[in-house]
């Protein structure tokens, strides 16, 4: 009998294992054995198997029950609810608004009851939010941000249209608003409410007409509160506070000092020097902090910034400082590219997006402030030739900031391409003679340039238009020195054979195909210019020469094209 038991058990076993196979359920897990009883009669029914049943479902946990507010939403539902909640929370400020001016319109209220009552309704909405908070934290708070849109408009229509505040204690009210602002932002977990407060501190001084005798206050001002978003972003991990900020603070005194204080251009100075410093702190000490570099979206907001800051400091330093305009500005570069240093050893990681809007804004730096203003015009072609060979061996160098590189390759680039136009096809020097000295030495950089990147795989497919530039640069040295249009023919061909030659012996089929582009211009030219109003014997020797040259090349390039197969 304990046979056929055992091998019932051991069929029931197989049964499992085929049942789970086909199945594919989730692994199978040991079973620890009960505690043996040799008294328990039905010990052999209960021997444990040796592995979990195959057909036993997980049970489903329950979770706990949810509050009210927060039961089974979607994400759907969650967005027609924000949108519900919103609403709801604004037409509740609407209808403060119009009941306050109907009472005032009948004469039921005096100004300053009218005001109290609008006081009393944000007190009410806050003090409704903070009580609903344990049923949704996140639901609840749209109510206190709608009180604190009533007591913003209650402080301006004190101040603005009844006059029944002064300017200091205006102030105060408006600073105290941003505090609850920024503590109900902790306590409910939002950051609306600090976008609520940056806006608010730094328009007040623009409803308020506040601080209009001295412009230093304005940068105390300013100031202290840029401090202040900087720590609230930080402790709160999120950088989208002080990005307010530093384009609130940047757009708000601009517009203040040249209404208020124009000749204190020192004094803007100074601030936009503070402003620089604080939020560049605050974006490294934030990354460093929470072990976070910037985003790719968190990079893009950045870098208007830095320009923004960038054209506004660089406009006044032109205007009355002239001299030493490029020399800060070259400056405010070294400073981003420490701090960039800094960052990247602190976090030892590289910096993608930080590292982008770095090199991006030192690029603009050298191109504004060293090329345009400090290099003189008539030397600019030479520079850039004398320049551009060690700085494109540095930044094509294997780096791990690639991302920092980037904007410097494409500055070189820029640059190269605008001075070879300038040399090559506009013959314009700057003043400077010795045009067709500039175009060789361009051309033979271009060939250079070629030569040493058509081994690089991912350089060859933008190494190529090196090489058509410097086809086009001799062919242009040839067509302004040759006055004899068959000479000028004769050049151009002997430059597609040479080309065709070089590539047979390289095996290079990029330089093959190169020289076709020299025959069709040299066959364009013949048809459109040697033909039309030339000598008989010209026009004899022109056809004669580029028949000869294509006939020749065509020759050569059956066996470039041999190579490719």
Not at 511 to 524: C, D, H, N, R
Request: glycine letters at 8%; hydrophobic letters at 55%; a positive charge.
């Amino acid at each position: 009998m304990a046979d056929v038991e055992e091998q019932l058990r051991a069929l029931n076993l197989r049964l499992a294992r085929l049942e789970e196979a086909v199945l594919n359920l989730s692994p199978r897990v040991p079973v620890a054995a009960p505690v043996r009883d040799e008294d328990d009669p039905h010990f052999r029914n209960t021997e444990p198997q040796p592995y979990a049943a195959a057909t036993a479902q997980p049970q489903a946990k329950l979770a706990p029950a949810s509050p009210f507010f927060e039961k089974s939403v979607d994400a759907s539902e969650l967005t027609v609810t924000q949108v519900m909640g919103w609403t709801g929370a604004t037409l509740l400020v609407l209808a403060a608004v119009y009941l306050i001016r109907l009472v005032y319109d009948a004469g039921w209220l005096t100004p300053p009851r009218q005001l109290g009552l609008a006081v009393l309704g944000g007190v009410g909405l806050i003090v409704a939010g903070l009580r609903l908070r344990r049923l949704d934290s996140n639901y609840a708070s749209l109510l206190p941000a709608g009180g604190l849109v009533v007591f913003f408009l209650a402080i301006y229509g004190a101040h603005l249209y009844y006059h029944l505040i002064g300017m200091g204690v205006a102030t105060t009210a408006v600073i105290c608003n941003c505090l609850l602002a920024l503590w109900l932002g902790r306590i409910f977990g939002s950051e609306i409410y600090g976008l609520f407060a940056v806006v608010g501190s730094y328009s007040a001084p623009l409803l308020l007409r506040a601080m209009s005798g001295s412009v230093v206050d304005l940068v105390i001002y300013f100031t202290a509160w840029s401090v202040v978003f900087c720590l609230y972003a930080l402790a709160i991990g999120n950088r989208r506070p002080y990005l307010l900020a530093g384009y609130m603070a940047l757009v708000a005194f601009q517009v203040l000092w040249e209404q208020l204080a124009r000749s204190q251009w020192g004094v803007a100075l100074v601030f936009q020097t503070l402003q620089f410093a604080v939020f560049l702190s605050a974006a490294i000490t934030f990354s460093v902090r929470h072990e976070r570099p910037m985003t790719q979206a968190e990079g893009v907001a950045h870098l208007p910034l830095l320009l923004l800051f960038y054209a506004l400091q660089y406009a006044i330093l032109s205007r009355h400082l002239p001299a030493l305009a490029p020399w800060v500005a070259l400056g405010s570069a070294a400073v981003l590219l420490l701090a960039y240093g800094v960052a990247r050893r602190a976090l030892g990681v590289s910096l993608a997006a930080g590292g982008f809007i770095v090199g991006a804004y030192c690029a603009l730096v050298l191109f504004h402030a060293v090329y345009l203003e400090l290099l003189p015009d008539r030397w600019a072609s030479w520079a850039v030739l004398l320049v551009l060979p060690p700085a494109a061996l540095f930044v094509t160098r294997p780096a791990a900031d690639a991302q920092l590189m980037l904007p410097f390759k494409l500055l070189l680039g820029g640059l190269l391409a605008l001075n070879y136009v300038r040399v090559v096809l506009l013959d314009d020097t700057g003043g400077v003679g010795q045009t067709t000295l500039l175009s060789l030495l361009y051309t033979a950089e271009l060939y250079a340039a070629w030569f040493l990147g058509r081994g690089h795989a991912a350089l060859r497919q933008w190494i190529v238009f090196a090489l058509y530039a410097a086809h086009i640069g001799l062919m242009g040295v040839v067509l302004r020195n040759f006055d004899n249009a068959l000479l000028v023919s004769l050049a151009w061909g002997a430059l597609a054979l040479a080309s065709l030659l070089l590539a047979f012996r390289t095996r290079d089929q990029d330089l093959g195909k190169s020289s076709l582009f020299i025959f069709a211009a040299s066959l364009v030219k013949v048809i459109l210019h040697d033909l039309a109003g030339a000598a008989p014997l010209l026009r004899i020797g022109s056809l004669v020469v580029v028949g000869l040259s294509l006939y020749a090349g065509g020759l050569l390039y059956k066996r470039v094209v041999a190579l490719e197969r």
